[in-house]
């Protein structure tokens, strides 16, 4: 195979999971602004991501939240995934917006509040068992506003006790991906703040416990290709929520803030096998003023260009300049690779896919969009900015 084939070959067997909330309203705390023809429930959630497959033929699961996407019959939900060409990715826990929750919860001072946060994971095993999810994705928004209002170690001792519960009801196959934010919605502590909180948890936990990085969760100016390069190094990557931020936990479309990152991210990626490897690439994004599915397929297609030009770069080439100690070669050699235009070579990895070179604009000439308008009245609010 020459490397161009090999290029295309991996970009092919790429795969970019969309988040289910994506799909629907949301908003900032200051206002959610409603679209017309936004999914109704989690079934319909499943039709539009199944369109941001058909016309990239790179995102074939779909993360689910629980509540925002609570059904009666998860199996149902999972054969309808199925019929529509999809399946369920992670399923993404909720335990921050329930009043019991104001001081945490499964850090939370009072046992009875904490069980009721474990159950609810417990619950969401459940729900991985009836629709084939492999991993349990959690955030927790637990943490203090104030010093001295709770204790930091005892509050890691509630967070270990209730993982290993957790941790202990996982099936064979599945995994527990534990995502860390610097801060919000707590300002003082974060009980999972980072990625050492994370993986030092993981650790103990065991092999399928792994550490999310979302691309949104850092300190500004925080080197997040360090991180992966660290946790791939560790085997302890599981999986990434990918976004773009200027100033917090902005969830724009990933890539349009700094593709530069993206695409240092994906060399690290790529460079540490985790291309190849059990990492999930998900969105974790909302698309608050924009049209919700073509900001889902451009997404997808900004991790497209990233990873191809990752994959680009000249390894042996950097390796000679990097032991040479020539700086300049270097940092050219990987500079070529991102200022290559790839876009040329992902249109003929679509042709040769037997896709729509471009999925943008295949998508706007489907009609979908005003299909879904004429026929959805009354859209769910995806949850966020509630
Ligand atoms: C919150 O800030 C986190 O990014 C979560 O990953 C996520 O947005 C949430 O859990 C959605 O389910
Ligand atoms: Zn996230
Ligand atoms: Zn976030």
């Known amino acids: 195979m020459t490397e161009l084939a090999a290029v295309k070959a991996a970009l092919k067997t790429q795969s970019v999971e969309t988040p289910s909330w994506a799909y629907g309203n949301s908003g900032t705390r200051f206002k959610v602004f409603a679209q017309a023809g936004v999914?109704?429930?989690p079934f319909e959630k499943l039709d539009d991501a199944a369109k941001v497959h058909e016309f990239t033929g790179v995102a074939p699961t779909?993360?689910?939240h629980i509540p925002w996407d609570r059904v009666e019959d998860y199996g149902a939900l999972a054969a309808h995934a199925e019929k529509r060409g999809v399946r369920i990715g992670a399923i993404n826990s909720n335990t921050f917006q329930d009043d019991d929750y104001k001081l945490g919860s499964i850090c939370h001072p009072d046992a009875a509040?904490?069980?009721k946060a474990v159950d609810h994971l417990l619950e969401c095993v459940d729900i991985m068992d009836a629709t084939g999810s492999r991993d349990l994705k959690l955030w927790f928004a637990d943490g203090t506003n104030y010093p001295g209002q709770d204790d930091i170690r005892s509050r890691q001792d509630r967070l270990a006790e209730g993982l290993a519960e957790v941790y202990e009801?996982?099936?064979?196959?599945?995994?527990?991906?534990?995502e860390y934010k610097l801060f919000e919605p707590a300002f003082y502590t974060t009980d999972v703040p980072d990625w050492g909180t994370a993986y030092a948890h993981c650790l103990k936990l065991g092999e399928k416990a792994q550490v999310v990085v979302d691309t949104g969760h850092h300190a500004p100016g925080t080197n997040i290709e360090f991180i992966v390069a660290t946790l791939l190094r560790e085997g302890k990557l599981g999986g990434f929520d990918f976004n773009s931020r200027f100033y917090a936990d902005d969830d724009l479309m990933v890539g349009a803030a700094d593709p530069f990152q993206l695409f240092r991210i994906m060399y690290e990626v790529v460079r540490g096998g985790g291309f190849t490897s059990d990492v999930a690439f998900m969105l974790d994004q909302c698309h608050n003023i924009e049209a919700k599915i073509p900001a889902i397929i451009r997404s997808v297609m900004n991790v497209q260009e990233a990873t191809a030009k990752a994959l680009l770069v000249d390894a042996s080439a950097l390796a000679e300049a990097q032991a040479a100690g020539d700086v300049l070669e270097a940092n050219a050699v990987l500079m070529d690779a991102y200022n290559s235009d790839v876009r040329p070579l992902l249109r003929e990895v679509r042709e040769e896919s037997g896709l729509d070179p471009e999925p943008m604009k295949a998508y706007r000439a489907s009609g979908w969009a005003e299909r879904v308008v004429a026929e959805r009245v009354g859209g769910e609010q995806a949850g966020w900015g509630a």
Request: no cysteine.
């Open 113 to 115: 509040v904490r069980r």
């Open 62 to 64: 779909v993360a689910l």
């Open 169 to 178: 009801r996982l099936g064979e196959g599945q995994r527990m991906l534990l």
């Open 39 to 41: 999914p109704r429930d």
